[in-house]
């Protein structure tokens, strides 16, 4: 049986203080219940175990993260699992540590796809050219990906805007 040496222990826990607001910040831009977002969010720390990468840089292990925990809150969107339970609609206490500004929920309401470029564009600083590389997708793809969510959100905001 494999024992986490106090070194990796420590390393691991440095891991999740540096990257746990990042990979949980994704997890709530995908999932909406709380005990998804915790599964997801241990699978992701599970897959630095398991596959012990190795990093160039910060920017490279930042990237891995954010890549890594899109990817598994994808999976466990269309997994069989989630595709066949009814969820419990608990409106978490968690979202009362982020703080869901309008604009917040607005993009939340987004499609995957729009929600994780604006994410990494506007919170984590990514360039449209970085995005591309992490997520493998064409450069000129993020952009017009980056376009429709900007429209999108201003749609959604000045229509709740018109109705308030």
Same mark, same amino acid.
């Given at each position: ?59 490279? %292990?930042?990237?891995?993260?954010? @890549? *890594?925990?899109?990817? $598994?809150?994808?999976?466990? =969107? #269309?997994?069989?699992?989630? /595709? ?45 050219? %970085?995005?591309?590389?992490?997520? @493998? *997708?064409?450069?000129? $793809?993020?952009?017009?990906? =980056? #376009?429709?969510?900007?429209? /999108? ?12």
């Amino acid at each position: 049986m494999y024992t986490i040496s106090q070194y990796d222990s420590n390393y691991y826990r440095e891991k999740i203080e540096a990257y746990g607001n990042t990979v949980y910040k994704i997890c709530r831009l995908y999932l909406k219940e709380n005990a998804d977002i915790e599964d997801v969010f241990q699978k992701v720390f599970l897959k630095l175990i398991e596959k012990k990468p190795s990093f160039k840089d910060n920017n490279h %292990e930042h990237a891995w993260f954010i @890549k *890594v925990t899109a990817n $598994t809150c994808k999976d466990f =969107l #269309k997994s069989y699992w989630n /595709k066949n339970t009814v969820p419990i609609n608990d409106i978490d206490s968690a979202t009362e540590d982020i703080e869901l500004s309008e604009v917040f929920e607005a993009v939340f309401s987004l499609e995957p796809k729009y929600k994780i470029v604006i994410y990494m564009y506007y919170y984590e600083g990514y360039s449209t050219s %970085e995005i591309s590389n992490i997520l @493998k *997708v064409n450069q000129a $793809t993020i952009r017009t990906r =980056l #376009k429709r969510a900007r429209d /999108k959100l201003k749609n959604k905001l000045e229509r709740d805007e018109f109705y308030e």
